[in-house]
């Protein structure tokens, strides 16, 4: 029967990130981190299900959270089965889970689910969620809209609480490359495995002409 502890992490806002790097320290059966979204990267988030509807995942963008700030956190399970996601913010929120990987430039793509606050500000999650084993997950916390003012925020510290069948791990994710930068690697690989062959081509040309003779 396993031992169920706590964790607590406070992690810096990060950006998108699609791979795996480094593991933080995990826990049999719960884990719980802190964050902050003020002055995080911005997204065009996905509706919610919640206030904006009931279709879950949706397929269609937030007419209301058109530029939100985010803090996307990478994370796996070590066994298949049921989970649940406990947040709490100090601001009105949402929550989505992606699959794989997270790109807040195409949001739509592998998102699993999303939830708003409905029906109390400051507290959304997910119940029952189905996870597989060794599987890249990433738990994105927002703000409901692009609000900005003392009465109603849309951004501010939070907690998530991930809870469930097997030990959980958080990660570290490398950034997502800038087309440009990706492109330019593709040609200067290109470049470089050219002149591999120019001079091994090079190399050979002596032995040939020798041979000729």
């Known amino acids: 029967m396993p031992q169920f502890t706590q964790t607590s992490l406070c992690l ?28 995080a ?25 058109t530029a939100v700030s985010y803090f ?3 994370f796996s399970v070590d066994t298949a089965g049921s989970y649940d996601v406990t947040g709490t913010q100090a ?10 990987f997270f790109d807040p430039l195409s949001p739509i793509t592998n998102l699993i689910s999303g939830k708003d606050s409905f029906p109390d500000v400051g507290n959304s999650g997910f119940s029952g969620l189905s996870l597989m084993n060794n599987t890249p997950y990433f738990l994105v916390t927002a703000g ?19 809870a469930g069948a097997g030990n959980i791990t958080l990660k570290t994710a490398t950034p997502i490359p800038e087309p440009s930068t990706a492109a330019g690697m593709i040609v200067f690989g290109l470049m470089v495995a050219g002149g591999q062959i120019r001079k091994r081509k090079l190399r050979l040309l002596p032995v040939a002409v020798s041979e000729s003779k």
């Open 12 to 39: 810096a806002a990060t950006g998108f990130a699609l791979s795996f790097s480094v593991a933080l320290p995990a826990t049999a059966g719960t884990l719980s981190y802190s964050g902050d979204t003020t002055n």
């Open 41 to 65: 990267p911005t997204f065009h988030r996905p509706k919610a299900q919640g206030f904006e509807g009931i279709e879950d995942p949706s397929n269609s963008l937030s007419d209301v959270g």
């Open 72 to 74: 996307s956190q990478a």
């Open 91 to 100: 601001f009105d929120g949402v929550q989505f889970l992606y699959r794989n």
């Open 144 to 162: 409901y809209d692009n609000a900005d003012n003392p009465i109603n925020i849309s951004y501010g510290k939070f907690t998530n609480t991930i």
